[in-house]
Nanobody
Framework: QLRESGGGLVQAGDSLRLSCAVS????????MGWFRQAPGKEREFVAG????????GYADSTKGRFTISRDNAKSTVYLQMNSLKPEDTAVYYC???????????????????WGQGTQVTVSS
């Protein structure tokens, strides 16, 4: 089970931190990722992190503004989002990828379990 939290309505330039608490599996062995889906668009990769947190990957649109991290002791993955833009408005999903994933899995088929999503709205 994956449960996202931390979404909300913010202004352009603001920051938000999303959290995703995972239960039901040995969290520390799995890569994790964040995706998002804007209205009328396909779901897209945002960021990924390896099973041990040692490697990360980002979409070009989020690199330098977003940071993915994980706390294996808390079975939680985070997405720190800074300098938010209106085009970041979307439902954000966390997902579990494979055992010992390297954190650079960018396609939905590489992920086995998904959360319900949390809405992020950025006003201009």
């Amino acid at each position: 089970q994956l449960r996202e939290s931390g979404g909300g309505l913010v202004q352009a330039g603001d920051s938000l931190r999303l959290s995703c608490a995972v239960s039901g599996l040995i969290f520390g062995g799995y890569g994790m990722g964040w995706f998002r889906q804007a209205p009328g668009k396909e779901r897209e990769f945002v960021a990924g992190i390896s099973w041990n947190g040692g490697s990360t990957g980002y979409a070009d649109s989020t690199k330098g503004r977003f940071t993915i991290s994980r706390d294996n002791a808390k079975s939680t993955v985070y997405l720190q989002m800074n300098s938010l833009k209106p085009e970041d408005t979307a439902v954000y999903y966390c997902a579990v990828s494979k055992l010992y994933d390297n954190g650079n899995s960018r396609h939905e088929y590489q992920y086995d379990f998904w959360g319900q999503g949390t809405q992020v709205t950025v006003s201009s």
